[in-house]
């Protein structure tokens, strides 16, 4: 059973930064594209941004520009690098497999308020 565990959300301002890191144990990790997921109250789990095997990155609009997806395969880990964080971006994110498995993580909360 895969174990993903997410980790580096807090309680930031409008405009600041938080780094989201996510540790899969997982065999092969390196094969399988990744991806961030977020859930805000009362909404649906939405797809925030995707890396595939060899390192190409896609974003939902509303993050574009702000956010960077990366991975590093050695560590089996994967990372969110926010950056002027508006207080929509205010979510519990998860990490998971793209196309999703059906297990999560507990997911990191993310608040973004003044």
């Known amino acids: 059973q895969v174990q993903l565990v997410e980790s580096g959300g807090g309680l930031v301002q409008p405009g600041g930064s938080l780094r989201l890191s996510c540790a899969a144990s997982?065999?092969?990790?390196?094969?399988?594209?990744m991806a961030w997921y977020r859930q805000a109250p009362g909404k649906q789990r939405e797809l925030v941004a995707t890396?595939?095997?060899?390192?190409?990155?896609n974003y939902a609009d509303s993050v574009k520009g702000r956010f960077t997806i990366s991975r590093d395969n050695a560590k089996n880990a994967l990372y969110l690098q926010m950056n002027s964080l508006k207080p929509e971006d205010t979510a519990v994110y998860y990490c998971?497999?793209?196309?999703?498995?059906?297990?999560w993580g507990q997911g990191t909360q993310v608040t973004v308020s003044s």
């Open positions: 998971n497999t793209l196309p999703h498995m059906q297990d």
């Open positions: 997982r065999s092969k990790f390196s094969i399988y594209a």
């Open positions: 890396i595939n095997s060899i390192g190409s990155t």
